[in-house]
T-cell receptor, first 116, second 110 residues
Framework: SQTIHQWPATLVQPVGSPLSLECTVEGTSNPNLYWYRQAAGRGLQLLFYSVGIGQISSEVPQNLSASRPQDRQFILSSKKLLLSDSGFYLC???????????????FGSGTRLTVV | SQQGEEDPQALSIQEGENATMNCSYKTSINNLQWYRQNSGRGLVHLILIRSNEREKHSGRLRVTLDTSKKSSSLLITASRAADTASYFCAGGTSYGKLTFGQGTILTVHP
């Protein structure tokens, strides 16, 4: 069965420090991968998505970057964190889609990042 | 940008009652999905309805889609205390991207 792992669960980092959040998927190949951020338990904002190794699309200009070094690994990074980077970060995967079709996402358990 | 707007923002009902949540979206979609989130956890996919479908059922869930009005509704019948959670609609577009609404916080009192 497919599973998704995301860590760490919580993280407290000082302003200006670097960030690396990792997400891995098991039990599937060629997934679409996504990073979302959720503020204050409300709606999710799409940050990055990837349809293949090394292919990253950014949805929102910001202080963050993403990389996909392996098929089932997705990394969210920052060189210098800002206070505004605090939030709940969620990784998700979906099956590789045929245009016009759709499948539900499977989400990781999330990382709560607090920048102090 | 947020695709969907859920209504109401919060809903409080008694166990056994039905809960109805509405969602409106702005742009064209391939499908409309509903997710559930328990406090501080990841989201769980509940149901997906494609743009050429009007109604879909899954257990106690019933979802409708009106593409002419760009709206959807989620009905949970015979609610239980365990249904207490936040519910989000999300519009599916190209490359499987989902754009989420702000969510409805549902509280079911035992």
């Amino acid at each position: 069965s497919q599973t998704i792992h995301q860590w760490p669960a919580t993280l407290v980092q000082p302003v200006g420090s670097p960030l690396s959040l990792e997400c891995t998927v098991e039990g599937t190949s060629n997934p679409n991968l996504y990073w979302y951020r959720q503020a204050a338990g409300r709606g999710l904002q799409l940050l990055f998505y990837s349809v293949g190794i090394g292919q990253i699309s950014s949805e929102v200009p910001q202080n963050l970057s993403a990389s996909r070094p392996q098929d089932r690994q997705f990394i969210l990074s920052s060189k210098k964190l800002l206070l505004s980077d605090s939030g709940f970060y969620l990784c998700a995967w979906s099956v590789r889609l045929v245009l016009g079709s759709g499948e539900g996402y499977t989400f990781g358990s999330g990382t709560r990042l607090t920048v102090v | 940008s947020q695709q969907g707007e859920e209504d109401p923002q919060a809903l409080s009902i008694q166990e056994g009652e039905n809960a109805t949540m509405n969602c409106s979206y702005k742009t064209s979609i391939n499908n409309l999905q509903w997710y559930r989130q328990n406090s501080g956890r990841g989201l769980v996919h509940l149901i997906l309805i494609r743009s050429n479908e009007r109604e879909k059922h899954s257990g106690r869930l019933r979802v409708t889609l009106d593409t002419s009005k760009k709206s959807s509704s989620l009905l949970i019948t015979a609610s239980r205390a365990a249904d207490t959670a936040s519910y989000f609609c999300a519009g599916g577009t190209s490359y499987g991207k989902l754009t989420f609404g702000q969510g409805t916080i549902l509280t079911v009192h035992p």
